[in-house]
Nanobody, 125 residues
């Protein structure tokens, strides 16, 4: 069964860090642009960060303005996993975070291929 599974969410104090992981089974992530998306209660889904596919020549990344300088996306192709390192977390980062395959090109938009079930991140003192 092809699926993406997120882990690493939790409760953290403002200023703290978390690392989210998204591991694929039944599919190889090398060929896909990947992204992290989040949705907070009452808010629209937001593209947090995306990374190009392994076959892309530029290895480009995208970050929403709200997370630039604090979050880092990376991929470990040997582990078939994509990560989101989140530092200097703020209460407004509280949301359910999803990993998904993404569309190629500028910006950060999910494709309709594969989605994880999400992991809750709560930033609160």
């Amino acid at each position: 069964q092809e699926q993406l599974v997120e882990s690493g969410g939790g409760l953290v104090q403002p200023g703290g860090s978390l690392r989210l992981s998204c591991t694929a089974s039944g599919l190889t992530l090398d060929y896909y642009p990947l992204g992290w998306f989040r949705q907070a209660p009452g808010k629209e889904r937001e593209g947090v960060s995306c990374i190009s596919s392994l076959s892309s020549s530029d290895g480009s990344t995208y970050y929403a303005d709200s997370v630039k300088g604090r979050f880092t996306i990376s991929r470990d192709n040997a582990k078939n996993t994509v990560y989101l390192q989140m530092n200097s977390l703020k209460p407004e980062d509280t949301a359910v975070y999803y990993c998904a395959t993404a569309l190629s090109g500028p910006g950060c938009y999910p494709s309709l291929d594969y989605w994880g079930r999400g992991t809750q991140v709560t930033v609160s003192s």
